[in-house]
């Protein structure tokens, strides 16, 4: 095998000429070269391969984390809205209550006085009924705006419906009440009084606060507590540091309330007249002994009881 070199710069050549074994080698190598490439690609290619499933393995778990992820937000999301829609739903019921029990006291009192009852415009709205069935997941449910419209409009009912009790109440004044709605004595009989109306020390904590009535007691529970006027009962129940209450609306812009009882004899809508018995002294709520708090409202607001106990009953 003859090689020949030619330099183009100087314009000289040169052969070299391979024989035996060095001919063999050069073969060798010509022919071993393309080969030994090929077999380093496929092996490269082989090694690089597990390393690709890899990868693969790798982007498959974080888009699984992800949809895991995805999942628990998605399962929150769900649980807040729940929990809006239990809490939205929650105040319909209690607004439906209050609506029912305007409804009822309007009747029991127009009846009792022998006045028109206000009705609704449309009563059908409240008659429902039927036996409670599980709602399946299928079936389209109430959304939050649902609930929202359905709140505002029993909001706007309840205020025309006191209204109408309002407008029911001033015909019922000038029906029944004219003479006997004047409050007037103690409602309770041989009491003395034991705070009065205005600052004064709190007797359970001590500190300077405003009492908006007076407490009267003969010192022993179950004294009667007797209504100083004629009116409706609005309120009989328990309530908050009054503990068992009784609230009167004498008409005329009056109302009375008597707390701390230990049993009501009224109850919500009731028509009473003056010296009717409304409870029995006790000691319930925030209290520190049997006594009844009296209170005494014109106008909607709180005045001092002490001149209207001491007018004379006509």
Known sequence: MKFILIDQRLGHSRSLEFKGWLKALLSLCLLGTPVGL????????????PGSNFLAAHSTENWQRELELQALQL???RADSAQELDALTLKLAKLQARLARLDALGSRVASL???????????SAFAAGGPLTTI?????SYTAVDFGEAVGALEKQIEERQQQLGALESALSGQRFEDGGRIAGRPIEDAWIASPFGYRPDPLSGKRSF???LDLTTGQAGARISAVGAG????????SGYGLLVEVNHGNGYKTRYAHSQELLVEVGDVID????????GSTGRSTG??????????GRVVDPASYIRRTVR
């Open 211 to 213: 009492h908006a009535g």
């Open 274 to 281: 003056r010296g009717d018995a409304l409870a029995l002294v």
């Open 38 to 49: 090929g077999y380093f690609g496929y092996h490269l290619a082989s090694v690089q391969q």
């Open 75 to 77: 399962e929150q999301l």
């Open 136 to 140: 399946s997941d299928e079936l389209p």
């Open 113 to 123: 006085g022998g006045v028109a009852a206000p009705l609704a415009e449309d009563e």
């Open 290 to 299: 049997p006594h009844v708090h009296f209170e005494v409202y014109k106008n």
């Open 232 to 239: 409706v009962v609005t309120w009989a129940g328990p309530r």
